[in-house]
C-alpha cells in the first residue's frame, strides 16, 4: 500500500522567507503526484501536480515542487511567501495501479506573519 | 462547469438524528470520494466509487454511516444515528478514473451534532 509522510506539521514564516515543504512517499511503483492547498475555510484546491516529464513542476501562485525519484521524494518550494499563503497544504500520491484513488498526507499548516 | 456541489453547506442536528448529505460530481467524472476533515484526524477517505459502484469503504468509521450513488451525477452520505463525535466537514470530490488526474472537491458540508 502507499502512503505519504509530511515532515512538518506547522510551518511559521515571516514574510519574503522561503519556504520548503518536505514530503516522502512510499511505493515502488510508477506514481503521480500532487500538492493541494486549503484557505481558511475553503476547499482543497490543486496547486500542482507531477505525472511524467520534467521533475521541476511549476504550479500556481509561484510554487514549484521536484520529484526526486531516489528519495522518493517531492518537496514544495516557494522562493518568497505571502501573507496570503497562509494555508494548509497537502501532498498526496496515486500510483498507476491504483487509478482515480490518491493517498494524502496528513497536511502542513504553513502561516505567513505580516 | 459549476464544479462540485455539496449540500448542504452546513448542518446542525442533535445526537441520533438521521443526517443526510449530497453530492454532485463534476460532469464526465467518473471516480467519486467522500472525505472527512478533523483537527484531530486530518483528512480521511471513507469511501470511493468508480462507475457508481462502491470500490472501497474501508475508511467508513462504523455501520452507522452508508453511502449511495444512484447515478453518475449523485450520491449521498448517511449517518444515521448521528453522535457528536461525528461532527466534521465532510468534503466530497470526484476525478477522472486515471491515475494522472487530480480530484476536485466540493466546499464541504460542516456538520454539528449537538
Known amino acids: 500500500a502507499q502512503s505519504v509522510s509530511q515532515h512538518n506539521h506547522h510551518v511559521i514564516l515571516s514574510e519574503a522567507a522561503s519556504l520548503e515543504l518536505g514530503c516522502n512517499y512510499s511505493?515502488?511503483?510508477?506514481?503521480?503526484l500532487f500538492w493541494y492547498v486549503q484557505y481558511p475555510g475553503q476547499h482543497l484546491q490543486l496547486l500542482l501536480k507531477y505525472f511524467s516529464g520534467d521533475p521541476l513542476v511549476k504550479g500556481i501562485k509561484g510554487f514549484e515542487a521536484e520529484f526526486i525519484k531516489s528519495k522518493f521524494s517531492f518537496n514544495l518550494r516557494k522562493p518568497s511567501v505571502q501573507w496570503s499563503d497562509t494555508a494548509e497544504y497537502f501532498c498526496a500520491v496515486n500510483a498507476n495501479t491504483n487509478a482515480g484513488k490518491s493517498t494524502f498526507g496528513d497536511g502542513t499548516t504553513l502561516t505567513v506573519k505580516p | 462547469d459549476a464544479g462540485v456541489i455539496q449540500s448542504p453547506r452546513h448542518e446542525v442536528t442533535e445526537m441520533g438524528q438521521e443526517v443526510t448529505l449530497r453530492c454532485k460530481p463534476i460532469s464526465g467524472h467518473n471516480s467519486l470520494f467522500w472525505y472527512r476533515q478533523t483537527m484531530m484526524r486530518g483528512l480521511e477517505l471513507l469511501i470511493y466509487f468508480n462507475n457508481n459502484v462502491p470500490i472501497d469503504d474501508s475508511g467508513m468509521p462504523e455501520d452507522r454511516f452508508s453511502a449511495k450513488m444512484p447515478n453518475a451525477s449523485f450520491s449521498t452520505l448517511k449517518i444515521q444515528p448521528s453522535e457528536p463525535r461525528d461532527s466534521a466537514v465532510y468534503f466530497c470530490?470526484?476525478?477522472?478514473?486515471?491515475?494522472?488526474?487530480?480530484?476536485?472537491f466540493g466546499q464541504g458540508t460542516r456538520l454539528t451534532v449537538v
Open positions: 470530490a470526484s476525478s477522472l478514473r486515471t491515475s494522472n488526474t487530480e480530484a476536485f
Open positions: 511505493y515502488g511503483g510508477t506514481v503521480n
